[in-house]
């Protein structure tokens, strides 16, 4: 069993000599991608006679890999929508709105820090990558004295009652946006990276304030309803508007959990 696109011929190839059953689940094709592989389509059909059965996250995905030479195709959706998030620790929320920057990258913190004003309510800034805490940190140190803003590491403060809360540790995201009323989805406004899971802010209910660039992740939000996509310039007005933002929520769930079980 083979998870997304890792496609390698002997892989497949010996699998098959050896007798075994194969299958490619939560099948994807991005549309980044989408183009280097009709390059070099006769190498993957090679790839796809040695396959028996496929489940792809979307009808697009669908297609494009019969376009490849894929057979026996089915559409599930995503995976990810089978392992729904688990709070693993309840954290105190502060009073006011709470805005989360989920998942941040290099000059994602400085846009979101140019638009924001502590009248807005509370920022939680978590950073994708630990290398970066430092950097980050100093960014917002940078900034308070121009916004006139206190700002705090969480490791040292352990509560989010500063304006600005830098979350310097792994594995609280989760518990964050249970306590999240807006988040800013990160990786979505730097080009090449195509966004960050929207079904676990969704799960919370939190409104969902994201970039453009999604293309990793479409099929995920195809089951979110209520998120808001926004050009980078646009950051300050909607949130200067939050209470007009819709509540997102999750639809389509609950349909690909028994497949899995099926095939575990």
Same mark, same amino acid.
């Given at each position: 069993?083979?998870?997304?696109?890792?496609?390698?011929?002997?892989? /497949?190839?010996?699998?098959?000599?050896?007798?075994?059953?194969?299958?490619?689940?939560?099948?994807?094709?991005?549309?980044?991608?989408?183009?280097?592989?009709?390059?070099?389509? /006769?190498?993957?059909?090679?790839?796809?006679?040695?396959?028996? @059965?496929?489940?792809?996250?979307?009808?697009?995905?669908?297609?494009?890999?019969?376009?490849?030479?894929?057979?026996?195709?089915?559409?599930?959706?995503?995976?990810?929508?089978?392992?729904?998030?688990?709070?693993?620790?309840?954290?105190? @929320?502060?009073?006011?709105?709470?805005?989360?920057?989920?998942?941040?990258?290099?000059?994602?913190?400085?846009?979101?820090? @140019?638009?924001?004003?502590?009248?807005?309510?509370?920022?939680?800034?978590?950073?994708?990558?630990?290398?970066?805490?430092?950097?980050?940190?100093?960014?917002?140190?940078?900034?308070?004295?121009?916004?006139?803003?206190?700002?705090?590491?969480?490791?040292?403060?352990?509560?989010?009652?500063?304006?600005?809360?830098?979350?310097?540790?792994?594995?609280?995201?989760?518990?964050?946006?249970?306590?999240?009323?807006?988040?800013?989805?990160?990786?979505?406004?730097?080009?090449?990276?195509?966004?960050?899971?929207?079904?676990?802010?969704?799960?919370?209910?939190?409104?969902?304030?994201?970039?453009?660039?999604?293309f990793n992740q479409k099929s995920l939000f195809e089951s979110v309803?209520?998120?808001?996509?926004?050009?980078?310039?646009?950051?300050?007005?909607?949130?200067?508007?939050?209470?007009?933002?819709?509540?997102?929520?999750?639809?389509?769930?609950?349909?690909?959990?028994?497949?899995?079980?099926?095939?575990?």
């Open positions: 069993m083979v998870v997304e696109a890792e496609l390698w011929y002997m892989l /497949f190839l010996v699998s098959k000599i050896k007798g075994s059953k194969t299958i490619l689940i939560n099948a994807r094709i991005s549309d980044a991608s989408y183009p280097k592989y009709k390059k070099t389509s /006769f190498l993957y059909k090679h790839i796809f006679a040695n396959i028996d @059965k496929i489940y792809a996250q979307s009808d697009t995905d669908k297609q494009r890999l019969l376009e490849l030479g894929a057979k026996n195709i089915e559409v599930i959706g995503n995976i990810k929508l089978a392992n729904l998030p688990k709070v693993t620790k309840v954290l105190a @929320k502060p009073n006011g709105t709470v805005i989360t920057v989920a998942s941040s990258h290099d000059t994602e913190e400085e846009l979101v820090l @140019k638009a924001y004003d502590k009248t807005m309510g509370k920022l939680i800034v978590v950073p994708r990558h630990p290398q970066r805490f430092d950097s980050v940190y100093e960014l917002i140190k940078s900034y308070s004295i121009s916004k006139d803003f206190s700002y705090a590491r969480y490791t040292q403060s352990g509560n989010f009652e500063s304006d600005v809360t830098l979350v310097d540790c792994m594995g609280e995201l989760i518990n964050i946006y249970a306590i999240s009323d807006v988040v800013v989805l990160c990786g979505s406004f730097v080009t090449h990276l195509g966004g960050h899971n929207p079904i676990e802010p969704a799960f919370f209910g939190c409104k969902i304030i994201s970039g453009e660039t999604i309803h209520g998120y808001t996509l926004i050009k980078a310039n646009e950051l300050k007005s909607i949130l200067e508007n939050i209470d007009n933002l819709p509540n997102s929520k999750l639809e389509n769930i609950g349909t690909i959990e028994p497949i899995i079980k099926e095939l575990i």
